[in-house]
Antibody
Framework: EVQLVESGGGLVQPGRSMRLFCGAS????????MHWVRHGPGKGLEWVAG????????GYADSVKGRFTIYRDNARNSLYLQMSSLRVDDTALYYC?????????????????WGQGTMVIVSS | SYVLTQPPSVSVAPGQTARITCGGN??????VHWYQQQPGQAPVLVIY???DRPSGIPERFSGSNSGSTATLTINRVEAGDEADYYC???????????FGGGTKLTVL
């Protein structure tokens, strides 16, 4: 069974940094693209970033480009999101999500499995 | 950037059919995926590639994509179907994954 477990969220002041972590199990992590998706309070779902199975291609939403960095460690079955220059509107529940496609890029993708999310609150 | 338009809410009586639409420019040329998000839960994929249903999703859920509208259809609606539903596509112009604004399905 696919399991994705996020952690690292919490309360952070505007302008500061935070790193999110997603631990994966139940599948060959290194064979699948992965994504971060967020759900802000009173808002809909928003794709944040995606990374191909081998880290060869990476993409970001315009709202986070230049501030967030997605990366992975296939040896540790781990996905990360390094967030800097955080803003109040980055406040959201951040989900880690798995692509369904074997050894593909993050483009033209969808989300087969989701974690339960980790909450990030940006506030002074 | 590519915009997907969903109605904010849809209401239906138990046993009836719910249709949730997702509009976008030339959406028929894109693959549309649908997610169900129940309160306090992570999203769940219910339809992918316009019409395909993941294992474990009831046959009551179906999808279509033609003209300028994709549609998620839920037959014989049950109280447990009450949730937010989101459509999603890949925007080739921006290399971004895009979600619709979401539709809250209320079972009367």
């Amino acid at each position: 069974e696919v399991q994705l477990v996020e952690s690292g969220g919490g309360l952070v002041q505007p302008g500061r940094s935070m790193r999110l972590f997603c631990g994966a199990s139940g599948f060959t992590f290194g064979d699948y693209a992965m994504h971060w998706v967020r759900h802000g309070p009173g808002k809909g779902l928003e794709w944040v970033a995606g990374i191909s199975w081998n880290s060869g291609s990476i993409g970001y939403a315009d709202s986070v480009k230049g501030r967030f960095t997605i990366y992975r460690d296939n040896a540790r079955n781990s996905l990360y999101l390094q967030m800097s220059s955080l803003r109040v509107d980055d406040t959201a529940l951040y989900y880690c999500a798995k692509s369904p496609t074997l050894r593909a890029g993050y483009r033209n993708d969808w989300f087969e499995s989701w974690g339960q999310g980790t909450m990030v609150i940006v506030s002074s | 950037s590519y915009v997907l338009t969903q109605p904010p809410s849809v209401s239906v009586a138990p046993g009836q059919t719910a249709r949730i639409t997702c509009g976008g420019n030339h959406i028929e040329s894109k693959h549309v995926h649908w997610y169900q998000q129940q309160p306090g839960q992570a999203p769940v994929l219910v339809i992918y590639y316009d019409t395909d249903r993941p294992s474990g999703i009831p046959e009551r859920f179906s999808g279509s994509n033609s003209g300028s509208t994709a549609t998620l259809t839920i037959n014989r609606v049950e109280a447990g179907d009450e949730a937010d539903y989101y459509c999603q596509v890949w925007d080739t112009a921006t290399d971004h994954l895009v979600f619709g604004g979401g539709t809250k399905l209320t079972v009367l």
